[in-house]
């Protein structure tokens, strides 16, 4: 299972910070990532993080948006600043064995998925 908490309503060109925390029944993945998805858009990867501690980010939040894990807390973070109106979005975090994070095709491999959580960024 995991477990969202952060978000909310944002004042353009401001910060927030998403926390995904992992069960532990989830011990096999590979690969964590960010998801959003906005209203009539479909589900879009944000940023990925891998066990080995590569990140991959999608190029619209390169710069802006940090992935990282708190492995003491089995906690997955999204640190989003310099926050802009199009970042309006449902936020998930997810899961996979992998061995692949990212790229095209890879939305199916995440077979763990967070309840999501909500950011609105105003201008």
């Known amino acids: 299972r995991l477990e969202q908490a952060g978000g909310g309503s944002v004042q353009a060109g401001g910060s927030t910070r998403l926390s995904c925390v992992v069960s532990s029944d989830i011990v096999n993945w590979t690969c964590m990532a960010w998801f959003r998805q906005a209203p009539g858009k479909e589900r879009e990867g944000v940023a990925s993080?891998?066990?080995?501690?590569?990140?991959t980010y999608a190029e619209a939040v390169q710069g802006r948006f940090t992935i990282s894990q708190d492995i003491a807390n089995d906690t997955l973070y999204l640190q989003m600043t310099s926050l802009k109106p199009e970042d309006t979005a449902m936020y998930y975090c997810?899961?996979?064995?992998?061995?692949?994070?990212w790229g095209a095709g890879t939305l199916g491999k995440y077979n763990y998925w967070g309840q999501g959580t909500q950011v609105t960024v105003s201008s």
């Open positions: 997810a899961a996979n064995p992998g061995p692949f994070c």
């Open positions: 993080f891998e066990r080995d501690g590569t990140t």
